[in-house]
């Protein structure tokens, strides 16, 4: 596709589910990044991907969270047994280059995340 | 955490007069980007300034970096109801080059 593409673009869970939240990169694109954006605040680095390999999940909040992405393409962030303070929404974003060293990066426009 | 302040944290001018935004930063970093969200809408990259460049231009655009003040300004000239968004500085730290670290942004409002 023309942009880095998400899905869903909604999510209502209740809590204690589990959800997997999918980013499609754009072709071609290295590196591959998930964030998490509470209302008025700026993006929270959670981690990220050069190819399939994950090359920092510093900002993944607990052990509850975690992502993947196999064949260094589409990833999934997944959250086990949601809680309400995990309502957020979650964004992607990929670039060309290697890492944020001087490459911009392409965000997608996020999954809202609310767990009730 | 948060390392980038955005300041001031909103901002209200008229059509036509330029807008100034800062930014500040606590650790060594590669670049800078700037960044501009529309309400609803997802986040859109502006511009890109290496830590060892100075100024940028883009556009109606400019951004100044001065690494020795951990400091960045982005200046809108001739601003438009258009540029009406939040806008956010985005630091990327040195040695982590996967990271970017985002402030908690500038709203702007642009009135015709």
């Known amino acids: 596709g023309a942009g880095v593409s998400q899905s869903p673009r909604y999510k209502v869970t209740k809590r204690g589910q589990d959800v997997a939240l999918r980013c499609d990169p754009i072709?071609?694109?290295?590196?591959l990044y998930w964030y998490r954006q509470a209302l008025g605040q700026g993006p929270e680095f959670l981690t990220y991907?050069?190819?399939?390999?994950?090359?920092?999940k510093s900002g993944l909040p607990n052990d509850r969270f975690s992502a993947e992405r196999p064949e260094g393409s589409i990833s999934t962030l997944t959250i086990q047994r949601t809680e309400q303070r995990d309502s957020a929404m979650y964004r992607c974003?990929?670039?060309f280059g290697i890492g944020t060293f001087n490459t911009e990066a392409f965000f997608g426009q996020g999954t809202r995340l609310t767990v009730v | 955490s948060q390392q980038g302040e955005e300041d001031p944290q909103a901002l209200s001018i008229q059509e036509g007069e330029n807008a100034t935004m800062n930014c500040s930063y606590k650790?060594?970093?590669?670049?800078l980007q700037w960044y501009r969200q529309n309400s609803g809408r997802g986040l859109v990259h502006l511009i890109l300034?290496?830590?060892?460049?100075r100024e940028k231009h883009s556009g109606r655009l400019r951004v100044t970096l001065d690494t020795s003040k951990k400091s960045s300004s982005l200046l809108i000239t001739a601003s438009r109801a258009a540029d009406t968004a939040s806008y956010f500085c985005?630091?990327?730290?040195?040695?982590?080059?996967?990271?970017?670290?985002f402030g908690q942004g500038t709203e702007l409002s642009v009135k015709p």
């Open positions: 974003a990929s670039s």
């Open positions: 650790t060594s970093i590669n670049n």
């Open positions: 985005a630091t990327g730290p040195y040695n982590q080059g996967g990271k970017l670290i």
């Open positions: 991907f050069n190819y399939e390999a994950q090359q920092d």
């Open positions: 300034i290496r830590s060892n460049e």
């Open positions: 072709s071609g694109h290295v590196s």
